[in-house]
């Protein structure tokens, strides 16, 4: 039944794989919860009182957090509203249970004078390498990567799946494919055409072109790119592709650029998504004013008081 539900999920939902092998193994750890193999899932075994348990082994037994806990339930269901409309169970288990509470975190992100800094420090890296290692594949692969998830905030997955074929540099457009294949077209400066010419080229000399913008590119490799080279210049504890996600819409935000005009560069289904960039600016507006405004603390308040 389960390998039904993934295989209605890949092909006729068309999600990607990255989210089907998800769904895989949240659905394998509640049969393990059960005492079952993946294959033996019987919903005529399972109960909305064995759904609860498993919530609260993940908590107290697991110390899962409330968002991870969140997300396996979704995916349970998920499969019992598969099993309902394929007639393989009378009644949904997991339609009464109400998942934990989690609080939703604000993004974190690198400040401007750090992106420009890693960029600054892949250039002047490139300068002092010799002339053949200078436009060797890889260091140009590697500032390439750097500077495309800062200026489209393309996702890790979104940008492994990147064909040639997705970028028009006359019209200086990249096509990206998000999740469940939807598709988005994200504007791309004359730079970063420079840029990408730059390293297809050097690409093209060395390899056979297969149509995949970054031939075998990992994600753990693409990771240790960004974790590498930001930890160069940041102090966040996090480096990842997904924080220059959040750089890009905060860039963009602190810039000038609307919410939806932002919703529709990320990708973004709902604008509510969307909207937890602005309380990141909120944040950076109120620590400057706190900082800065000679009336926004009592101390400052008591000091610039006049007397009559």
Not at 283 to 303: C, F, L, N, W
Request: hydrophobic letters at 35%; charged letters at 25%; a positive charge.
């Amino acid at each position: 039944m389960i390998q039904h539900f993934l295989d209605y999920i890949a092909i006729e939902r068309k999600y990607s794989q990255r989210t089907v092998e998800a769904y895989h193994d949240d659905l394998r750890d509640f049969c393990h919860f059960m005492g079952w193999e993946i294959a033996d899932f019987n919903p005529q075994e399972v109960g909305e009182t064995d759904v609860k348990l498993w919530m609260l082994h993940m908590i107290e037994e697991q110390h899962q957090s409330p968002r991870s806990v969140k997300r396996k339930l979704s995916a349970l269901r998920s499969f019992y509203k598969f099993l309902l409309r394929q007639g393989l169970t009378p009644k949904d288990v997991t339609a009464r249970i109400i998942p934990p509470k989690a609080d939703k975190p604000l993004p974190v992100f690198f400040r401007e004078e750090e992106m420009n800094r890693a960029l600054s420090n892949s250039e002047a890296q490139r300068s002092g390498l010799t002339a053949e290692r200078s436009n060797s594949v890889k260091v140009l692969r590697d500032d390439l990567i750097i500077s495309l998830l800062y200026q489209t905030g393309m996702r890790q997955a979104e940008m492994l799946g990147l064909q040639d074929a997705d970028f028009d540099l006359q019209q200086g457009q990249v096509r990206i494919f998000g999740k469940r294949r939807k598709e988005r077209v994200v504007p791309i400066g004359e730079n970063l055409i420079a840029q990408i010419k730059e390293y297809m080229a050097a690409r093209d000399a060395e390899t056979i072109n297969n149509g995949q913008f970054f031939p075998k590119l990992t994600k753990y490799t693409l990771y240790t790119i960004v974790r590498t080279r930001m930890g160069e210049v940041s102090t966040l504890k996090k480096h990842s592709p997904h924080v220059l996600r959040h750089t890009f819409a905060t860039a963009m935000l602190d810039n000038g650029a609307d919410i939806r005009t932002i919703q529709t560069l990320l990708g973004h289904a709902s604008l509510s998504t969307t909207q937890v960039y602005t309380h990141t600016t909120f944040e950076q507006i109120k620590r400057v004013y706190m900082a800065t405004h000679p009336r926004a603390t009592s101390t400052g308040d008591s000091k610039n008081k006049k007397k009559d």
